[in-house]
């Protein structure tokens, strides 16, 4: 035991490598239009997309993998934010995917994934986790990008996910507005394609978007977040990961009660979920120094008990419960119509 917290203590401190300056716009001044929405008011459903291009090298044949691009139909809340967005981030107007069909044509089910903040792009879950998921699973797999993350990272980025999390607030927050978009919007094109039942799952960040995409309609047929919960007010407080996020914002004046009074008034800690219990399976480990495991069960029974698998460990140790955390997918998944 502890040996889970000590890895994510250790995850903790090296990104203070990575973070080595802080946001340059305060935005906090911009915030209030994104405060007391409702859900479909700050999430509206997207727009069908209308021009994805599917590209697939000689490598890309041999692994039954192809690439997905196409115009991502996010639009801004903020006016003054809409100009960075669409010139300073052009990179982000266009969306991406990674397309994985092991048995070289469409299967029943589909699983977005969405990964996690600062992954640099999809080859290390192609290599490992999406090869096991692929043979064991009965399923094909899409690996959506983030925004600011991979092949959308600005150049100006000094690394993949800089842009995404930080004290720029509306930055932020569209970021996570642009994560849901671009997933829900791939979700429906996905249906076109000739699946029956297409899921969610994602780990951290990407869990935290799976559970929203739970409590937006049209829904995905299930979720699988992966150590996540939407308690946002409680990660910038206690995850040391997002240490310069907190000290920026102190910086700035805004003290621990306005930062979650503002958190709070964004409401994602208190969406409640569309999709049933029983298509749901939560993933969440003991030892999480990011993901609090108290506030992770809170909102497990708030959400009215989904299915749930309790792995030892941390945040960071969960690649070690990798079998065990496919063979209960897999479980999950011969329960759905």
Not at 75 to 81: A, E, G, N, S, T
Not at 229 to 242: D, K, N, T, W, Y
Not at 263 to 280: A, W
Request: charged share 25%.
């Amino acid at each position: 035991m502890g040996y889970g917290k000590n890895a994510d203590r250790v995850a903790g401190a090296l990104s203070r490598l990575l973070h080595v300056r802080g946001a340059k716009q305060n935005t906090i001044g911009y915030l209030h239009q994104y405060l007391d929405l409702s859900p479909s008011r700050l999430f509206p459903e997207p727009a069908p997309i209308h021009d994805l291009v599917i590209r697939r090298s000689v490598v890309d044949r041999a692994l039954r993998t192809s690439s997905l691009s196409w115009t991502s139909t996010h639009q801004v809340i903020c006016p003054r934010y809409r100009e960075r967005h669409e010139h300073e981030y052009a990179v982000n107007l266009r969306a991406r995917a990674r397309w994985i069909r092991p048995a070289g044509k469409p299967r029943k089910t589909c699983l977005i994934y969405v990964h996690g903040w600062l992954e640099p792009g999809s080859w290390a879950e192609e290599t490992t986790l999406f090869r096991k998921w692929a043979r064991e699973l009965d399923t094909d797999i899409v690996h959506v990008a983030l925004p600011f993350h991979g092949s959308r990272k600005p150049r100006e980025a000094l690394f993949s996910g800089e842009f995404f999390w930080t004290a720029d607030l509306v930055r932020s927050i569209e970021g996570v507005r642009q994560a849901a978009c671009d997933s829900r919007a791939l979700m429906a094109w996905l249906r076109t394609q000739g699946y029956s039942r297409i899921g969610v799952t994602g780990i951290s960040l990407g869990g935290a978007i799976t559970m929203l995409l739970a409590c937006l309609e049209p829904l995905p047929d299930f979720i699988v977040p992966i150590i996540s919960h939407l308690e946002l007010e409680s990660a910038v407080e206690e995850a040391p990961i997002l240490w310069r996020m907190k000290q920026d914002l102190e910086k700035w004046g805004v003290d621990a009660q306005q930062r979650k009074d503002l958190f709070r008034r964004l409401g994602l800690s208190s969406y409640s979920p569309v999709l049933t219990p029983e298509r749901q399976l939560w993933i969440q480990a003991r030892e999480d120094v990011y993901i609090d495991a108290a506030l992770a069960e809170a909102q497990w029974r708030e959400w009215g008990q989904p299915n749930v698998m309790w792995i030892e460990g941390g945040h960071m140790t969960f690649p070690l419960h990798l079998d065990a955390i496919t063979q209960r997918i897999d479980r999950f998944l011969s329960t759905l119509p």
